[in-house]
């Protein structure tokens, strides 16, 4: 059985993590990943639309497992005429989960400027009862503050800073007593498990029970990651945080399978087959269903029209979308289950 090398899974997420990657702004992402599977020896080919779908080797009806390396993020809607900038979500980002954030602004012309998401009025000692009780909403009370001298809208234009610019959000990563906090553990942290086996593999020189691509998606979270797959791909198997909440079993410290999600129920042969593979391997496992806001890259590849069977696993998560944590333990117990699930 391989071992779960826990301080380089955290190496790998901090260098994920520190490449920003809001949805549709993948080149950078794909450089840094691509230099890490070189690094391994493993080969793989860079789909067109924007995505990397490595090679792991084997025999047999072809498995995908996928993880992606798309972040929720912001948008430049338009120049405010005081300076500041309306934005909109890209992805699931709520505005209450993003409020006094740090955000890098990336403008077409290549140029970075930094800035932080604010409430209109900015300053809770000035603004009357009433507006309190509102809540944040990017269309009407929300925008981004550029930490620029900047007044008004021309302005902000002479910067280069306009409609469409994309808008990353400030990680902040931290690992306490076990405890990985950061933006993104969705799922750059269960990329980095995934990466984790890879290297363990290709360095015991293992080879999977079957055909297996590692499929990372830069397109997730707006649901078009995995709708085209390499030939004969008879099953795919989703990486992806499983949140918790009142009514979940999911646990930070355990990995979850997949029963259902806000789509459709995970395919039940192939979900029993993962069941098993838990078992067998010992990982610390429940089961769990995710609705009514939750999909994963499994669901748009079966939307897609393709003949497969889908799955998905993935660590406990807490604050899905917002400020996440996770365990050290549920990445662990996923690389468990993933790594008995394709023969090492």
């Not at 302005?155 to 405890?179: C, Q, S, W």
Request: hydrophobic share 40%.
């Amino acid at each position: 059985m391989l071992r779960f090398d826990e301080k380089y899974c955290i190496e790998a997420f901090k260098k994920l993590i520190d490449v920003d990657s809001t949805t549709g702004q993948y080149e950078e992402i794909e450089k840094v990943l691509s230099e890490m599977l070189d690094g391994y020896g493993i080969s793989y080919l860079r789909t067109h639309k924007g995505g990397v779908i490595a090679d792991l080797g084997g025999e047999g009806d072809p498995l995908v497992v996928t993880a992606h390396l798309d972040d929720i993020g912001l948008m430049v809607r338009h120049v405010n005429a005081d300076g500041t900038l309306n934005v909109c979500a890209v992805g699931g980002l709520y505005p209450f989960y993003c409020v006094t954030e740090n955000v890098r602004i990336y403008t077409r012309s290549g140029k970075v400027f930094t800035g932080s998401v604010c409430r209109t009025p900015n300053s809770i000692h000035v603004t009357e009862e009433e507006l309190r009780a509102v809540l944040p909403d990017f269309r009407t009370n929300v925008c981004v503050v550029l930490d620029e001298d900047v007044k008004t809208a021309e302005n902000v234009k002479k910067l280069g800073i306009d409609t469409g610019d994309m808008i990353a959000l400030e990680p902040r990563f931290r690992l306490e007593n076990g405890y990985v906090k950061s933006r993104f553990v969705d799922d750059k942290a269960c990329a980095a498990v995934l990466l984790t086996l890879m290297k363990e593999m290709k360095e015991a020189g293992l080879v999977p029970n079957r055909k297996v691509y590692a499929y990372f998606a830069f397109y997730e979270e707006i649901g078009h990651g995995t709708v085209w797959m390499p030939e004969g791909v008879k099953d795919i198997l989703a990486v992806d945080i499983a949140p918790t909440g009142p009514a979940q079993n999911s646990d930070e410290r355990k990995v979850s399978i997949f029963a259902k999600d806000s789509r459709y129920p995970y395919h039940w042969g192939m979900t029993n087959e993962l069941r098993e593979a838990a078992i067998r391997s010992g990982a610390d496992y429940v089961m769990d269903i995710f609705t009514p806001h939750y999909g994963t890259d499994g669901d748009a590849s079966v939307a897609a029209g393709y003949d497969i069977r889908h799955g998905a696993i993935g660590p406990g998560t807490l604050n899905s979308h917002g400020y996440e944590r996770t365990h050290i333990d549920g990445l662990k117990n996923t690389f468990l289950v993933l790594a008995e699930y394709i023969g090492l």
